[in-house]
Nanobody
Framework: VQLQACGGGLVQPGGSLRLSCVVSGFTLRPSTIAWFRQAPGKEREGVAC????????AYKDSVRGRFTISRDNAKNTVYLQMNNLQPEDTAVYYC????????????????????WGQGTLVTVSS
C-alpha cells in the first residue's frame, strides 16, 4: 500500500492550492481517508476527513468553509482543495488511510490510520 501526496508549495495569503493523494494497493471502499498536518514545533493534527462508505466528511474548525476534501475513485485519488490560505496553515500535510469506515468521534484519531503518505509542504507567506 502506498499513499503519495503532492501539490504543496509556496502561496501568498488568500491564495489556493489543491493537494492530491494517490492511493495504490488499497481499495478506497470501505475506508476512511484523511488529511493531517504538522506545523513546525507543533503536534500533528487532523484537518479534513472523508468516510468513503457514505461520503460523510469532517473538518477542523479553523479550516471549515475554506478546505474541501473530495475523491475520485476511478483515479484512486483523494484531494484537498484549500482556499483563502493563511500563514497559520503553513505545515507539512499528510494523507492517511484507515481500513473501514471510522465513526465520527474517531475520524481525527491518528491511531486509527494504518497507512500514511510522505507529506507535502505548504508554505503560506507574503
Amino acid at each position: 500500500v502506498q499513499l503519495q501526496a503532492c501539490g504543496g508549495g509556496l502561496v501568498q495569503p488568500g491564495g489556493s492550492l489543491r493537494l492530491s493523494c494517490v492511493v495504490s494497493g488499497f481499495t478506497l471502499r470501505p475506508s476512511t481517508i484523511a488529511w493531517f498536518r504538522q506545523a513546525p514545533g507543533k503536534e500533528r493534527e487532523g484537518v479534513a476527513c472523508r468516510r468513503q462508505g457514505d461520503g460523510s466528511t469532517a473538518y477542523k474548525d479553523s479550516v471549515r468553509g475554506r478546505f474541501t476534501i473530495s475523491r475520485d475513485n476511478a483515479k484512486n485519488t483523494v484531494y484537498l482543495q484549500m482556499n483563502n490560505l493563511q500563514p497559520e496553515d503553513t505545515a507539512v500535510y499528510y494523507c492517511a488511510a484507515a481500513t473501514g469506515n471510522l465513526i465520527r468521534s474517531s475520524m481525527f484519531g491518528m491511531q486509527y490510520y494504518n497507512y500514511w503518505g510522505q507529506g507535502t509542504l505548504v508554505t503560506v507567506s507574503s
